[in-house]
């Protein structure tokens, strides 16, 4: 069984920078698309960020492109989003989303639980 577990979140005065990490535990064999989403307060969860084959494409929402970097680590099982210049609007909590394969052959489709970006001065 594939489980993700995200870290990284918190508290940022406006321009700071987080880096979100979401690592996949489990008999992983490889990721081969992710996604950063996040839901603000009273608002409905929207896609951020998103990586396919393996990291080698990606697409972001208009409001976070040139601040925002997904990428995918293959080797330590883990996709990451290095989020700069944060704004109060990016205040969220975000959820990482993977789909892969395990090393049984068989594909998965996993959320992590969550973890909250506030952006405060």
């Known amino acids: 069984q594939v489980q993700l577990v995200e870290s990284g979140g918190g508290l940022v005065r406006p321009g700071g920078s987080l880096r979100l990490s979401c690592v996949a535990s489990?008999?992983?064999?490889?990721?081969?698309?992710a996604g950063w989403y996040r839901q603000g307060p009273g608002k409905q969860r929207e896609l951020v960020a998103h990586?396919?084959?393996?990291?080698?494409?990606?697409t972001y929402v208009d409001s976070v492109k040139g601040r925002f970097t997904i990428s995918t680590d293959n080797a330590k099982k883990a996709v990451y989003l290095q989020m700069t210049n944060l704004k109060p609007e990016d205040t969220a909590v975000y959820y990482c989303?993977?789909?892969?394969?395990?090393?049984?052959?068989?594909?998965?489709?996993?959320w992590g639980q969550g973890t909250q970006v506030t952006v405060s001065s």
């Open positions: 989303n993977a789909q892969g394969m395990t090393r049984t052959l068989i594909e998965f489709n996993v």
């Open positions: 489990g008999t992983v064999f490889s990721i081969n698309d």
């Open positions: 990586s396919t084959r393996g990291g080698a494409s990606t």
